[in-house]
């Protein structure tokens, strides 16, 4: 599967972005589509994921801030993200693969490219 990300941008603490992952080819052997963010030089954290049945997860860093759904028919998960905080500013990446019960990844699955989120406060 290939994803291809977008949705970042710049906006004031407080404000709204949402991202999008549009994925394309075949998605055999994917459970889940994840939302990771990092910061250069550090590990990639989870912020979100969805499984394919729709069971989510959300790191705590997010919860009731963060939402994550999908249009099955657009094959686009998305990240919506509200009440922005600076400490957001992160380069988010989107990511399609399988995943076990406590969501850890279980190959190496897909990657769409990062896209900028940028808070200001």
């Known amino acids: 599967v290939q994803l291809q990300a977008s949705g970042g941008g710049v906006v004031q603490a407080g404000e709204s972005l949402r991202l999008s992952c549009t994925a394309s080819?075949?998605?055999?052997?994917?459970?889940?589509v994840a939302w990771y963010r990092q910061v250069p030089g550090k590990q990639r954290d989870l912020v979100a994921a969805?499984?394919?049945?729709?069971?989510?997860k959300y790191a705590d860093f997010v919860k009731g801030r963060f939402t994550i759904f999908r249009d099955n028919a657009k094959d686009t998960t998305y990240l919506q993200m509200n009440s922005l905080k600076p400490e957001d500013t992160d380069v988010y990446y989107c990511?399609?693969?399988?995943?076990?019960?406590?969501?850890?990844?279980?190959?190496?699955?897909?990657w769409g490219q990062g896209t900028q989120v940028t808070v200001s406060s």
């Open positions: 969805m499984r394919s049945n729709g069971i989510t």
């Open positions: 080819g075949s998605t055999f052997g994917v459970n889940a």
């Open positions: 990511h399609a693969g399988l995943y076990d019960s406590g969501w850890s990844r279980a190959d190496f699955g897909s």
